[in-house]
């Protein structure tokens, strides 16, 4: 007997056994918005109608798109066996990019490779995308399950996915409106989030040679439980806040905090002649930073240069909002605190 696909690796059964599966599954995450297209080659979404965040029609309505990965957290996900949240930060670092202009999340397309697909637990995957997709909300379109034998190791796989929103051209927040003496309001992550993994694994696994099953006491749970906690998607509290706010004067720019920490992420969204002093005390960072950085002895400025430090996300804004702001971020879940202004000077962000 010849070659096969399946004897080269490929198992077709499996495929079309999980594309059955997801065609019965993403529908959970459509509104009216999205036209059916069974099994085809390509997902369909109406611009105009109505749907999930939106109060009205959009006028001159701009699309908006962002694309991202998971990184090494993967490796922890693999390590720990724990496959069902890895989704939602796939959703939530493409979605969180996109809402920083604006923008409302309107649907998501995931690519997941893997070497032999039976290999990998893939439906636990894809429940964390949609989980991620109704937390948005958004929809979840489409996407593409590729097996390559030989590229990955049994057991491990790849992640990538791809979002895009809309935002009315007029509204989209660029940051030009910004002026001297806006204040910076951070929002609390939920831990690492999606980023500095590579070190956090390297101090806290390698270094201090901890075991993912050990129980940190502050937490009352295991190490890879807190490390593997999913990224936290901002969309429906910020759109709270936009509808809150029609004009751009009040709320002007917002910044999600991913590699690069706060100084990094924060002065892209910036003028030039205004940069940005941000207090060190205007908020206590969760003990697992602490733990990364007694474990491998990093500075005070890496920790800040590669971690969010406990805070997911950004929003400069004048003065006169911060109060309702952070009464409504608190009450959708999401402690958050000023963390500091907007001043003239050299386009830069500093941490004292």
Known sequence: MGLTYRSAGVDRDAADENAAWIFREIPKTFDARVISNPEGFAGLFALKGKGPLLAKRYRDPVLVSGTDGVGTKLKLAFAAGKHDTIGIDLVAMSVNDVLTVGAEPLFFLDYIATGRLPTIPIRDVLSGIIEG???????????????????????????????????????????????????????????????GFSLARRALLEEAKMRLDATLPEYRKTLGEVLLTPTRIYSKAVHDLLRHYPRRSLLKAMANVTGSGIPGNLVRVLPEGIGVRISRSAWIPPPIFERIQKAGGISDREMFDTFNMGIGYLLVLAPRAADISLDRLRRAGIPSWILGQTVKGERSVAID
């Open 133 to 195: 997709c109704r937390q948005a909300p958004c929809a979840l379109l489409g996407g593409e399950t590729a097996q390559m034998p030989g590229f990955y190791p049994d057991g491990e796989y790849d992640l990538a996915g791809f979002a895009v929103g809309v935002v009315e051209r007029d509204r989209a927040l660029l940051g030009k409106d910004i002026r001297p003496g806006d204040l910076v309001l951070g929002l609390s992550s939920t831990g690492l989030h999606s980023n």
